[in-house]
């Protein structure tokens, strides 16, 4: 599939795959940050996209940047409609207890494309029976 991609400043990066089957393409700053220890800042990427009718982006953490530097989404997942046509930022959390610095040419979080259904809710009186029926938060783990 093709995703038209238009960068917004000249530092901008399009997405990169990091290997043959990454489900995730690596995001980049555009522009450096610095977010200070429990606090939120918007990551510029430097780039808008043109996703095909049907699908989402994704934006979620990269591993290593969530493990070894404290900083994730703030969101957790991101969610950027086929019909956005504006800048792609991330919201980073700094999660750690010290101020991280985001570089320009970071990857700061993973865009993955996927398919989705839009439903039609109705109302209704009743729902089917299952064996889970309405067990909650663990009700199909082992006690």
Do not use: W
Not at 14 to 35: R, W
Not at 61 to 88: F, H, M, T, W
Request: glycine letters at 12%.
């Amino acid at each position: 599939m093709k995703v038209n991609v238009k960068k917004l400043n000249q530092d901008a990066r399009l997405p990169v795959y990091g290997s043959a089957y990454a489900a995730g393409a690596d995001l980049y700053a555009s522009e450096g940050v610095e977010i200070e220890a429990g606090t939120t800042a918007f990551v510029h990427t430097g780039i808008a996209v043109e996703l095909p009718a049907g699908t989402v982006g994704l934006v979620y953490a990269r591993s290593g940047l969530a493990c070894k530097q404290d900083l994730a989404p703030a969101n957790k997942v991101g969610v950027i409609d086929a019909d956005y046509r504006g800048e792609i930022m991330v919201a980073l959390h700094n999660h750690g207890k010290t101020t991280r610095k985001v570089e320009a040419g970071d990857r700061i979080a993973q865009f993955v494309i996927a398919p989705y259904y839009t439903a039609e809710f109705c109302e209704a009186e009743t729902l089917s029976d299952t064996v889970r029926g309405a067990g909650g938060f663990g009700s199909t783990g082992k006690a």
